[in-house]
């Protein structure tokens, strides 16, 4: 463990004793950001062939579909890392290599 948290449980330990070191701490009562049928339809939309380009254009998709307000940090990580999907975004291509000029032998 890591100096910071074993100070941690010390200081808990010495201001609360042994009860408050055994304590299941709950979560609150806070509400998911999306419902559980906004989740799904977002990952279904994520894993289809098109997908989104950016995260803001999955914040409008939201905004115009169902009405939810995400922030830009709670959309990243839920995408990413909840609901593990990247964006459908082509890599950078260097400008000299869409044009190809024909190959003179002189």
């Known amino acids: ?3 910071h948290t074993v100070g941690r449980w010390l200081e808990i330990y010495e201001t609360a004793g042994l009860e408050a070191m055994v304590t ?3 979560h609150s009562n806070r509400q998911p950001v999306l419902t559980r ?3 799904q339809a977002l990952a279904k939309k994520l894993h289809h062939a098109h997908g989104f380009a950016s995260y803001g254009e999955v914040q409008q998709w ?6 939810v307000k995400v922030q830009y940090q ?3 990580r839920l995408v990413r890392y909840r609901l593990r999907a990247k964006l459908k975004v082509p890599r950078p291509s260097h400008v000299k290599k869409t044009t190809r ?4 032998f002189s």
């Open 62 to 67: 939201l905004q115009r579909r169902y009405r």
């Open 24 to 26: 299941i701490k709950t």
């Open 1 to 3: 463990m890591h100096r």
């Open 74 to 76: 709670t959309l990243h």
């Open 37 to 39: 049928v906004v989740r």
């Open 101 to 104: 000029r024909p190959v003179s």
